[in-house]
């Protein structure tokens, strides 16, 4: 087991136009003697490009930039680093952001009233290839967002509802644990849950997958 004193801290870059937030924003990170800040940027183009230099695992993400909406930059991120979860923060309440967030795979989307424990519990959890969604937007955002699953989604679904890790998974599908991690976000964001553990549930009350009078999946 990996001692928690020797793990190495989890590499998150800002992006936000605002300076005021920006500095409020690193400041409550570096709280965290699980996180280092690597970076910051101010624009869209600049988030893109630092992302591309300084390999942080999670981008914070504003969705008002000068130069590009936040869908935009969270679309690029996605396509160039898949291993990079981004973490959307906003002090807005656009349903439409949110939803084509949702529909990008994107594991968090918070609002900013969010108290600092929280905004680190939530970089903390994007970072482990979970989700951080304020129920209540959760709510709102599913409601027509297109949850069908690909065809490598649904075999990482199934297995991971039988209580395989994603070590045993990637040895099963024979792909890197990276790949498998990566179609995890996109699970559990189309789920709408928050970790493995209730997949199992979400995907049976919502007819994904179904099981047999002895609770095996069929």
């Not at 936000?16 to 409020?24: I, N, Q, S």
Request: charged fraction near 25%; proline fraction near 4%.
């Amino acid at each position: 087991m990996t001692d928690a004193k020797n793990r190495q801290p989890i590499r998150v870059l800002v992006v936000d136009d605002h300076p005021m937030t920006l500095e409020g924003t690193q400041a409550l990170l570096r709280r965290s003697p699980n996180i280092e800040v690597v970076g910051a940027a101010t624009s869209g183009k600049e988030a893109i490009q630092m992302v591309g230099e300084l390999q942080p695992e999670v981008l914070l993400l504003d969705v008002r930039l000068p130069d590009m909406n936040g869908v935009e930059v969270a679309r690029a991120v996605r396509t160039s680093f898949p291993d990079v979860a981004v973490l959307v923060v906003t002090g807005y309440d656009d349903t439409g952001m949110l939803r084509s967030m949702l529909k990008l795979g994107v594991p968090g989307y918070l609002r900013k009233t969010v108290t600092g424990d929280e905004l680190i519990a939530a970089v903390e959890a994007v970072a482990a290839g979970q989700t951080a969604l304020e129920p209540e937007l959760l709510q709102v955002g599913l409601t027509s967002v297109d949850q069908s699953f690909t065809e490598r989604e649904m075999s990482v679904l199934r297995l991971v509802a039988t209580g395989l890790r994603n070590a045993e998974i990637a040895d099963q599908l024979e792909v890197s644990v990276k790949t498998v991690e990566f179609h995890m976000r996109h699970v559990l964001g189309k789920l709408g849950v928050r970790s493995r553990t209730e997949v199992m549930s979400a995907a049976v009350q919502r007819r994904i997958i179904a099981l047999d009078d002895e609770g095996n999946i069929v």
